[in-house]
């Protein structure tokens, strides 16, 4: 394959996945899957992340995530520092806070069809 057809190929393959992970990315609200359908127990990992980025975007507590006056250590800061320079770049929206999982998403999709032999 040449470099120019392969270089091709995995553009293709990032827009493509970016596109597939990226379908319908406003439509569901933060925190709006549910863990328990049957108990209607939602999903609240998703509010705390996005409360801890805008939170960062909004005030600039860069170095230290905060939930509630609270550390937020639970999760690597690298996800709050790009959601919340996201927010900040584009505006609080759920898109913003949600683009890069989505772009590291087609990024690492990417790097396993670069690396697939053939």
């Given at each position: 394959?040449?470099?120019?057809l ?48 805008l ?64």
């Amino acid at each position: 394959m040449t470099r120019r057809l392969r270089a091709a190929a995995l553009a293709a393959v990032f827009l493509l996945s970016a596109a597939a992970f990226g379908w319908r990315l406003g439509r569901a609200g933060i925190g709006a899957g549910y863990l328990d359908p049957v108990g209607g127990i939602r999903a609240q990992d998703e509010s705390v992340y996005t409360h801890t980025a805008l939170r960062m975007a909004h005030s600039g507590g860069w170095l230290t995530p905060r939930f509630l006056e609270r550390l937020a250590l639970y999760k690597p800061p690298m996800t709050y520092w790009l959601s919340g320079a996201s927010a900040r770049l584009f505006g609080p929206s759920r898109v913003s806070v949600r683009l890069p999982a989505v772009l590291a998403g087609a990024a690492v999709a990417t790097l396993c069809f670069a690396w697939a032999p053939g």
